[in-house]
């Protein structure tokens, strides 16, 4: 229970400021800005904010504004009014303020706002001869309305368009801001129909109504499904609830001298040090954000107010030196005056984040650590996504705004729920709409690329593809959607759901067919901030690669090493898999010898391959993990085949199959407990790894294999097999008269649990352990990835798992055996090798926790590599 | 390596002797029992015993005899040559010896054992001059060649009786013993001619050759397949090898005034304190432990030399006295002098260890605590194992010897390997042989029962099945049995393999048909021994019970309550499971109410059941564990069939299964993760619980039920459920408007690998732990019990496994988990309920482990509970 004396409302003004930036857990990213903002003498029109610890006791209550309140929200709109000199509500010089929710996270779009509180029929003539602008003040009124219905009654907005559609038709205009004063005298008239029609209420004369009732909104905005959602993908967890900002209004909409906008103090898609933004001029905010009319550069204001201009990058300057950092603001013009209405620290691109946390270290703004902690070591991926090649050819079809980098091809769908069918369905799709909202975020969240036909820059949709670094282009005007039919028209060019697209959101093209693409080009600040976090690491970074290719890759990415080389998909491909299955069917140990013989020459040239491009790293091979069933046709036609192939009866071949079904794969015959029942597989393994050591060594190149015996249970197992490895090699080396040193560790997974319970027994027979952390949060969970999909979907709804185990590690449970493991196995042996091979191998959250368990090394796959350096550069500074 | 001045050969005689009966793991249990019977004064043929840590030494050196060894033989030799005055390979006065293998522990029938070494062409003629009786010296002669020939050279014994056949038949006799001097010859020289043939060398004249050959096949003979099955299936581990004893020969064979024996101290059946065993006339001891001839009760030895009853008698005395237990003996009487050729514990059957060790106690022998640690608690199952019903008809064809008590039904079959088959199949079989030898255990071992034509009750088959507690009639002399037909003749009645036998081990009778059977009836001293055991365990013994009549039998079984009551059978059942099945079909919440809401009455039900039988006691209930896909057919024409009653397009049930398969069923949607995602399940099952617990409480009948969440992984599962079950209670009791207390413990199972590394979370929620070993082992060593045969059994031949994990629980691995579970669970409460519920409850080796870590009960299936009570009071005694 809060006691009675807790303080629930702060008030910010020239006069009075209560509230600081550092108190963004109480007030909310808005509320402790704005109170910021207005301490060091930014205009910001006056207002108060009602903290976040409020909408958890509204929550907590069951949905009640705690005893007091609406007592305190008096008192301080009559300081407003006394500083305003106006009155809430009044006929003669009303007070107008607006109610927006901030939480400590950013979420845009998410909340509520409701802007002109304290209209009514009475105030709205005061307005209008205060301002002396009817027009205006009918059309305050009938945002308000319009605003009101939706956000706090839950009116669809579509009833309210409907009606103006309608008003605009009968006055043939087709503009909204063409409709003269009996037009909005009779569009406030609709409006309070359809509020009451839908509500059985007339709508609200009293302002203080209007007031509870809007903050109300905004706290239960706090638990709708949206926010849920985007809390969710975004990972935002520990925010008690939204703070509201009540705030005097300011109008950008009072005529030609006034405008509204929306800018960052750098761009925030590549980080260029440049005023970036947009403005209308004539328009409240959120038209803006909305994306309902495109907006000019904030560049041309220039042409339209220099001194405004003048006074924004005053504003820039301020705030970047105050902040240290790039900030994303929301300003209003009224009648000449600029009022500042939010800052934020601007959301950004990967290499936008990348260049503006090395340009401030050169600026002296930031530190190095700061720089490096700065950039959110999963937004590199963005470095690495591919962009178009340029030598491939483009049939343009039109251009949008450039709103978010990246090349993205794929089909056009054009619902959300469209994009995640058919996404699921294996298609890689781009959704096309003409402007994207909340209710869009799913569709978005799954698609490849994003395009608008409306809205600018800082729209919706340009705002959260950015934060996700997916690729988006807005603003495409030329375009003609019919999401009905599934089609767009774009210059007599006809585009159906089957028609390939290609977006580019680097220069916003829109292009038809798949076009090719190239690797990313990183750079120089990327290679700066590369080098920072490679002078701050502790943990070597090796990459996940079973192909001289894939190895290339990885070393350019800065692989230290191979941590996982997976052998299985070496048994594929036209001959081997012939031989493999053979062996496979085959009844004794000899007829398998004589198969595997078949697939040695294969497996010996393909560790060449991977040792030559990786020379003078490690190369971690694992041996044969799959169950053998993989390797055998399960569908009747291709048993046929291969019995004809083979020349064995189909009936061997579908009791073989049989034979190794298994009812629970994932804990069935596999890893080392193949190695156990048929050594010969391991032997032919380990061979080949050998003889492919002595080839490069022979040509002088430095090859240094470590064998990775997976799925180790028992310490038993480990000490047989490792003693079968050493007697192969042995015969190898002698066989091919190699007299040098090999060397070769041989180390284990640790992947079962009782392989982590009993390291200490593991690690006197393991050069090296490598935790396989996929199959221990399978086994430590009692999960089954293939098949989670019916249960964890609801446990993370419902927040009784925070996170999918899959993605980030759990370091309570999974973590718990990991930290077990290391340190029994490090009793043993104090200079144990320890690394990761699972795909948290290049979770940043991940990293951190195998560098607080001191691990080796991270291996992760190639793509990954940057981050991975980064995280774990950030891992040891944070350990500081 | 061995010392060059190791000890290796200990030597025994009136004289001198160096061992005693502490030195068991040296010289093996004959050895050191053969020592120490000389050294108390019993009449011993002297000899000395080579060590185990000889027999190491062979096998690490690849099979081969430490240097020196066959040095201190000789000298050994040469001091009994001195002591007997006879010569080895003398013409003369040759000495003999016998060779025989002896463990430290007991493997009867195992190991080789070779007699009447020291023959040759030429000592043979000084045996028959030494004795005057050609014709034994010759027929001594012949077995050497026969049992050097098969148990040294391999070769097979069929060769030798198809020789001594055609002599037979040439000389027209029908018993060995027929056969006169010039025969005798004839048999010598064909099986000199069959030892050339298959090993391509003369048989060996120079008898230290003989020796050395000799002992080396018994150390070979540690390392052969059956005896390495042998100690697999007795669970026989940490012995290095086999001794060997080479001991100066006496004859039972040398006329009527000879003969030899076998016998207990004590019936080794019943457990009554009679001399009890078997001898024959002019024979060697062979022919009695193989079961070639028919022997007489030892007791008729008072007709023939009541002198040497006697004295044996005056033997059980000495023996019993001076080893405080029962001891099976094996003598042979040369021309009217006994010897003593081994003593050691006699095998039992359970009723007989029972017996025997309350008796003792009685007796004043032996300590209550000796008696309740001398008792195999697992040899307890054999007391609860059914005896025919008195009033049951009985088709009796013959009457042979009640070898090992018990009955059994089954299809006669007649190999071990047929047996195996059938078994796999499971059918219920009597194996069924003229005479079982150690080839057979393996057959034996699945075989409900064995019946065999020959051989009494200390018969290669009589002593294995009381080992294993397994029903045998031996000796049943009228059945002809044609093994190749796989028919048996009795008395004019024809057996197949199709008809059902009943035999009774208790009577000897072999009854035609499946006899019904009654359960067993205690004996006082079995009641006794619980009660002692009762007084000293601290766990309590709970059982699994499903059903009222399983509740009734655990609690006559000493139940103290029941530890998991599993829920999923319940949903089964004509009505119930059309409900279920509608529920699982359903769309949507409110359909699949309405279909639990007809289970709900039946659950009830079922409940009331339960607590009224097990009133006064908890109950523990496992709510809903299995995945859904389990209670829908899986097969098309049921699919159908569910399709027409259930009113619903046999598509829909098809879709609906192939939503709910699973790649690892093991590991998905069930347990709990059921429960959060349909929480109307769980609902039914504990307002079922809460109103039958309401209805038993009005009738006065006191029940206690606990419930029990399955497959916990994440702490905040247990919040939200244990919440949602205590909101079910409450909703119950104001319904029902039951103002009383219910107090209904809200407990987990821990049966996850998390949950255990995270128990200090789990507990808070939890009143009580109880252990889930079964699926705890499967996901500490990523086992899928249904899928393990493919590699376990080669696991456990290769020693990489000691035992199967999922019999005795792996105190490494999984066993670490439950302590810690265990000690963090009692971290935040300490007086936290903790029991175990797998199948492992009722194992005494796991049950040791539960007490060392304190948990306060086991559960286990009702059969095993007297099993459990021993076991634990032996936990708490081993402790002291």
Redesign the interface.
């Known amino acids: 229970m809060q006691t009675k004396n807790k303080k629930r409302i702060y008030y910010f003004s020239k006069e009075l400021t209560e509230g600081n930036k550092s108190m963004r857990e109480l007030l909310g990213g808005k509320g402790a800005n704005l109170a910021e903002m207005t301490s060091i003498g930014l205009p910001v029109p006056p207002g108060f904010t009602i903290t976040t610890a409020t909408c958890a006791e509204y929550h907590e209550d069951g949905e009640k504004l705690p005893a007091g309140l609406l007592n305190s929200v008096h008192k301080n709109m009559s300081r407003l009014e006394k500083e305003s000199g106006k009155c809430f509500g009044s006929s003669q010089n009303p007070l107008l303020v607006s109610v927006r929710s901030g939480a400590a996270a950013s979420m845009p779009g998410m909340m509520d706002t409701v802007l002109n509180l304290g209209l009514n029929d009475l105030s709205v003539e005061g307005l209008a001869s205060m301002t002396g602008n009817e027009r205006f003040a009918l059309d305050a009124y009938r945002r308000l309305i319009n605003m009101f219905g939706d956000v706090v009654m839950g009116i669809d907005h579509h009833y309210f368009e409907a009606a103006f559609d309608k008003i605009k038709k009968r006055y043939k205009v087709s503009r909204d801001t063409e409709l003269n004063i009996q037009g909005l005298r009779e569009l406030v008239t609709a409006y309070k129909q359809i509020y009451k029609t839908h509500t059985r209420k007339n709508f609200p004369q009293d302002p203080y109504k209007q007031l509870q009732l809007a903050i109300e909104a905004v706290f239960r905005s706090w638990n709708i499904p949206r926010a849920i959602t985007y809390r969710r993908i975004n990972e935002i967890q520990g925010l008690i609830g939204t703070a509201v900002n009540v705030q005097s209004m300011v109008f950008g909409n009072m005529g030609d001298d006034s405008g509204t906008g929306v800018a960052f103090t750098r761009d925030p898609s590549t980080g260029k040090n440049e005023f970036y933004g947009e403005f209308l001029i004539n328009a409240q905010g959120e038209d803006v954000v909305a994306g309902i009319r495109t907006p000019s550069p904030v560049k041309e204001m220039k042409k339209w107010r220099p001194d405004i201009h003048q006074q924004l990058l005053k504003v820039k300057k301020i705030l970047e030196s105050h902040y240290k950092d790039m900030q994303d603001i929301e300003f209003t013009i009224e009648r000449g005056n600029l009022f500042m209405l939010q800052t934020r620290v601007g959301k950004r691109t990967g290499p936008a984040a990348v260049k503006i946390a090395v340009d401030m270290v050169k600026e002296k703004s930031i530190t190095q650590k700061t720089a490096l902690l700065r950039v959110p070591a999963n937004d590199l991926n963005q470095l690495l996504l591919p962009s178009f090649d340029p030598k491939a050819k483009r049939r343009v079809l039109t251009v949008g705004l450039p709103a978010s980098p990246g090349a993205a091809s794929g089909y056009p769908v054009f619902t959300a729920d469209e994009a995640v069918v058919r996404a699921e369905n294996g298609e890689n799709v781009i959704l096309v709409r003409r402007e994207t909202s909340p209710e869009d975020v799913h569709g978005m969240h799954v698609a490849s690329g994003i395009l608008t036909s409306t809205g600018g820059s800082t729209s919706h949709a340009a705002v959260v593809a950015r934060g996700w670094g997916k690729c988006c282009v807005a603003g495409a005007g030329e375009l003609v959607i019919d999401a009905k039919r599934k089609k767009i028209q774009i210059n007599g060019t006809t585009i159906t759901g089957k028609d390939i697209i290609s977006i580019d959101g680097t220069s916003g093209e829109l292009m038809l067919g798949d076009v090719a693409k190239c690797p990313p080009n990183f750079s120089k600040e990327f290679k700066t901030l590369m080098n920072w976090a490679d002078k701050k690491r502790k943990l070597l970074i090796r990459t996940n690669a079973d192909s001289p290719e894939d190895a290339k890759v990885a070393r350019d990415f800065g692989a230290e090493g191979i941590g996982l080389c997976r052998t299985e998909h070496m048994f594929f491909g036209d001959q081997r898999i012939v031989a493999m299955r053979q062996m496979i069917l085959a009844d004794n140990e000899q007829d398998r010898r004589l198969a595997l013989k078949k697939i040695l020459p294969y497996q010996r040239k393909d560790f060449e391959g991977i040792f030559t491009a990786m020379k003078e790293l490690p190369v971690t091979i694992r041996l044969l993990d799959p169950p053998l069933h993989e390797f055998l046709p399960q569908d009747q036609k291709t048993q046929k085949q291969l019995a004809r192939s083979l020349k064995v009866p189909v009936e061997k071949i579908i009791k073989r199959v049989s034979q190794l079904h298994?009812?629970?794969?994932?804990?069935?015959?596999r890893g080392c407990?193949l190695s156990?029942?048929y050594p010969e597989i391991l032997e032919m393994q380990v061979r080949a790894i050998t003889e492919a050591t002595i080839n490069c060594r022979r040509k002088r190149i430095n090859a240094f294999p470590e064998i990775m015996i997976p799925?180790v249970?028992?310490v038993?197992?480990l000490a047989?097999l490792r003693s079968l490895v050493e007697q192969t090699i042995a015969k190898v080396k002698s066989k091919k008269k190699y007299n040098g040193k090999l060397d070769i560790p041989i180390g284990t997974m640790i992947?079962?649990?009782?392989a982590a319970?009993?390291a200490e027994?593991v690690a006197a027979y393991a050069d090296f352990f490598s935790f396989g952390t996929n199959?221990l949060t399978?086994?430590?969970?009692?999960?089954?990835r293939?098949?989670i999909g019916?249960?964890i979907p609801?446990?993370l709804k419902?927040?009784?798992?925070e996170k999918n185990p899959f993605q980030s590690m759990?370091s309570?449970?999974?973590g718990?055996?990991v930290e077990m493991a290391v340190n029994k196995g490090r009793k043993i042996k104090s200079k144990l090798k320890c690394g990761i091979c699972g795909e948290h191998g290049g979770d940043p959250e991940s990293i951190a926790f195998f560098q607080s368990v001191q691990l080796n090394y991270v291996s992760c796959s190639p793509f990954r590599i940057p981050v991975a350096r980064l995280a774990a550069a950030q891992a040891v500074l944070l350990e500081q």
Chains 1, 2 share one sequence.
């Open positions: 298994e009812v629970n794969p994932m804990l069935g015959h407990r156990i029942t799925l249970g028992i038993n197992e047989v992947e079962i649990p009782r319970l009993t027994q199959d399978q086994m430590t969970f009692g999960y089954s293939d098949d019916t249960f609801e446990y419902e927040n009784i798992l759990d309570a449970g999974v718990q055996l």
